[in-house]
T-cell receptor, first 115, second 114 residues
Framework: EAGVVQSPRYKIIEKKQPVAFWCNPI?????LYWYLQNLGQGPELLIR????????DSQLPKDRFSAERLKGVDSTLKIQPAELGDSAVYLC?????????????FGPGTRLTVL | KQEVTQIPAALSVPEGENLVLNCSFT??????LQWFRQDPGKGLTSLLL?????REQTSGRLNASLDKSSGRSTLYIAASQPGDSATYLC?????????????FGKGTKLSVKP
């Protein structure tokens, strides 16, 4: 069974440029999460989707970040414009979504470097 | 606000040693606690998940315990091997306003030397 797929794995951009990350969750998983992981830190939640609805986006910096999950499957996270401080690893995770506390499965992440 | 702390931040041991990684959390109202492993440049791999009603979980050489009332969990690794070298992250899932959101510690970076 395929795990959570993310692309690209690495991205280097200049500041003020836009960037987008893509995530394909495990088949049948209704809940999708985007996390941000800074160097030497644990991941922090940016947004959580239940099917196509964003049920928690309180930590998403809405002035420059946006996300969508059309049709309740794949998701895209966008940053526009990127800033130097956005350099980090962006992790996507998914879970069945049948109950609170379902185990979350993580993708390999996208490592973003903003120059 | 839930805070998760992991001690030590880094640990280096010779191969074959048994070791313990510690995790503490400030709010005991949790659904569950998970231990993850993260290899350099990789995502997170779930190792063990302990429900709030459980005291421990075991998988192979790994044993995780949970004392919810004191806000502590330990991950015990028996007979450590060089392949165990990675960063180990502890995360708790809260009740309340952030249901469904894992709160992570900063991790313990483990190095097992041959």
């Amino acid at each position: 069974e395929a795990g959570v797929v993310q692309s690209p794995r690495y991205k280097i951009i200049e500041k003020k440029q836009p960037v987008a990350f893509w995530c394909n969750p495990i088949s049948g998983h209704n809940t999708l999460y985007w996390y941000l992981q800074n160097l030497g830190q644990g991941p922090e939640l940016l947004i959580r989707y239940e099917n196509e609805e964003a049920v928690d986006d309180s930590q998403l910096p809405k002035d420059r970040f946006s996300a969508e999950r059309l049709k309740g499957v794949d998701s895209t996270l966008k940053i526009q414009p990127a800033e130097l401080g956005d350099s980090a690893v962006y992790l996507c995770a998914s879970s069945l979504g049948l109950a609170v506390g379902d185990e979350q499965f993580f993708g390999p992440g996208t490592r973003l470097t903003v120059l | 606000k839930q805070e998760v702390t992991q001690i030590p931040a880094a640990l280096s041991v010779p191969e074959g040693e048994n070791l313990v990684l510690n995790c503490s959390f400030t709010d005991s109202a949790i659904y569950n606690l998970q231990w993850f492993r993260q290899d350099p440049g990789k995502g997170l791999t779930s190792l063990l998940l302990i429900q709030s009603s459980q005291r421990e979980q075991t998988s192979g050489r790994l044993n995780a315990s949970l004392d919810k009332s004191s806000g502590r969990s330990t991950l015990y690794i028996a007979a450590s091997q060089p392949g165990d070298s990675a960063t180990y992250l502890c995360a708790v899932l809260n009740y309340g306003g952030s249901q469904g959101n894992l709160i992570f510690g900063k991790g313990t970076k483990l190095s097992v030397k041959p």
